[in-house]
């Protein structure tokens, strides 16, 4: 089966990590993202992933915690980078070859995001992982997902999540929601539909990036996604 995609950029959330558990990582919610990502290199997809940190660390509100915003959006970019190994791990043990890459700086256990470098381990095959966001407070892991996928010229950004698309209202709250299976950015503007924050829906309008939202739980999807069946929501 071809591949409808030949380069993705992979968002995941740091809470998908946590699978039913309150903190922390599970490790059968790690070992099914490897093998979900597995199958798809093996169709030669090229595979690039951002990783939330929110199963560690959320940035807090700062008269709570007396942890200032920009000190604690690094504490974020940390988590980040355990989320980035803990996958890479994942992935290794699966037989899949990796790179972490860090916006900033570790060389103990990731490389350093470089543009060129991070273009060249796709193309060679090898999934690469970028942590630390931007490198930089006030942004977070979405703009840092949509800024990679521009930078690497991906074709589309899969945003992996726990529901299977974007709907009209918070189907967990709301019985009568309906599903989109096809939406602009237009239309998520106006219905005031958060796909992403606004940072990083920007960036994938005006680069006209598409962006799909499904639900990567689900064993499978991932591949269904890059293959062109009809999953989750697109957005364009």
């Known amino acids: ?6 380069r993705i950029l992979l968002k995941l959330s740091g809470e998908s990590l946590m699978g039913d558990k309150s903190f922390g990582l599970d490790s059968d919610v790690i070992a099914q993202y490897a093998r979900d990502v597995k199958s798809i290199t093996e169709l030669g997809v090229q595979v690039a992933i951002v990783i939330g940190g929110g199963n560690i660390y959320r940035g807090m509100n700062e008269a709570e915690t007396g942890i ?3 000190h604690g959006d690094y504490m974020g970019m940390l988590a980040t980078v355990i989320n980035g190994m803990a996958l890479q791990a994942g992935l290794e043990k699966v037989g899949v070859y990796t790179r972490l890459q860090s916006a ?3 060389e103990q256990i990731a490389e350093p995001y ?3 470098r991070a273009i060249r381990h796709v193309e060679k095959g090898r999934v690469v992982i970028f942590g ?4 930089n407070p006030y942004f977070t892991t979405d703009t840092a997902g949509s800024l990679r996928a ?3 010229s991906a074709d589309v950004i899969l945003k992996g999540t726990r529901v299977d698309g974007i709907y009209s209202a918070d189907p967990e709250k709301d019985p009568t929601a309906t599903k989109f299976n096809t939406i602009t950015f237009q239309e998520c503007l106006t219905n005031n539909l958060r796909v992403m924050d606004m940072t990083a829906f920007t960036l994938c309008m005006e680069n006209n990036l598409p962006i799909i939202v499904f639900n990567m739980n689900k064993e499978g999807n991932l591949r269904r ?5 009809k999953v989750g929501t697109l957005v364009r």
């Not at 089966?1 to 030949?6: C, G, H």
């Not at 630390?132 to 490198?135: S, V």
């Open 1 to 6: 089966m071809l591949p409808k995609y030949k």
């Open 68 to 70: 200032e915003r920009a």
């Open 104 to 106: 900033i700086k570790m």
């Open 114 to 116: 470089i543009r060129r």
């Open 132 to 135: 630390a966001g931007t490198g």
């Open 150 to 152: 521009i930078e690497i």
């Open 225 to 229: 996604v890059v293959t062109g069946e």
